[in-house]
């Protein structure tokens, strides 16, 4: 860990923000955490570094709040650092972990912690800090799944398998244990749960060359209570398409391929036009929906070398503001 000479500095968040992982480069150490300030239209870069002296480390992939804490998930690092929502300070560290990719919370006490890397996720004390159990997932028979993104439907957990895979665990959370698994396209890349009891993830089809094959992506829905698909909305073969999440009352599906796209959660057809059309042609790396607001945050990485954007639009679709924010911006949680 490197410990900078620069002594910290008093930065604060006052109201609502949106907090930004910026990931950084892989084995470059330069991942880093930015705050915006919703009303104020105000950004603040480096807050984890400037206030803690610290570098945040390397490839910081979410974040997620619980209690007044922020719980910043390092990948590549292996490590979640806690960090006061206000401040920005330092208060606990877990470690001990080998690739962390997300953290859902079961209670004040119990939360799971997925891994691109361990064929197991690990059970942690969000009080202590410390870890407090493991959960394999390996499949006989099968390829060994990372686990990802995590939505909870009564007692029971789902988890997408991204990397050269495409099942989604079912995980029981009274025996801490997989109890099925549930096959979709080529490699699910996120998970939103509606209001309907319908989850949501969206597959991204491999990418030419690679060992696992490619696909066309798609969209895909299941039935949480019978842990199986009912329907599946496929894409055109080549298409990009990645990121899914929800409006505040998870009642409206946002999705990227190529382009935003916005659609009713009981729709049976996929919308005729986009909601938002990207006329950059670079990649949207990122998305995420207000929950008071609906309004729209999207992360764009330029060319994942030199800091990226964040762009925020209405409603409607307007754009009301832009900033620039650390290197690959890829994940955002609400203050």
């Known amino acids: 860990m490197d410990y900078g000479a620069r002594a910290p500095e008093k930065i604060g968040a006052d109201g609502r923000g949106l907090f930004i992982t910026n990931e950084g480069n892989f084995m470059y150490g330069n991942a880093s955490l930015s705050y915006y300030d919703i009303d104020s239209m105000r950004v603040e870069n480096e807050v984890f570094r400037r206030t803690n002296t610290i570098k945040l ?73 410390e870890i407090t159990g493991r959960i394999d997932v390996k499949i006989p028979g099968k390829n060994q799944p990372s686990t990802e993104q995590m939505v909870q439907y009564g007692d029971f957990v789902f988890t997408n398998c991204w990397s050269y895979d495409n099942k989604i665990l079912v995980i029981d959370t009274r025996t801490d244990s997989v109890v099925k698994y549930i096959e979709v396209g080529k490699q699910p890349t996120s998970l939103a749960l509606d209001r309907f009891g319908k989850i949501w993830t969206v597959t991204d089809g491999g990418y030419p060359g690679s060992p696992y094959g490619q696909e066309a992506p798609g969209l895909y829905r299941i039935d949480a209570a019978t842990q199986r698909v009912d329907r599946a909305f496929m894409f055109r073969f080549g298409d990009r398409a990645s990121e899914v999440c929800l409006n505040g009352t998870r009642d409206t599906l946002y999705f990227i391929k190529d382009h935003v796209w916005r659609m009713d959660v009981r729709s049976e057809s996929l919308p005729e036009k986009p909601f938002l059309e990207n006329m950059t042609g670079n990649y949207w790396y990122g998305l995420t929906v207000d929950p008071r607001t609906s309004e729209v945050y999207l992360a764009d990485a330029l060319d994942y070398v030199q800091p990226g954007w964040v762009f925020r639009y209405s409603a409607r679709g307007g754009l009301l503001d832009s900033f620039q924010v650390g290197i690959i911006p890829g994940a955002f949680c609400f203050k």
């Open 57 to 129: 480390g390397d490839v910081a992939q979410s974040m997620a709040i619980r209690n007044g804490l922020g719980y910043v998930v390092v990948n590549n690092s292996g490590i979640i650092f806690v960090i006061d929502l206000d401040t920005f300070e330092l208060k606990g560290m877990i470690e001990g972990l080998l690739s962390p990719r997300y953290i859902h919370f079961l209670s004040d006490e119990k939360a799971y912690v997925t891994d691109l890397y361990a064929w197991h996720i690990t059970i942690i004390n969000p009080k202590t800090f």
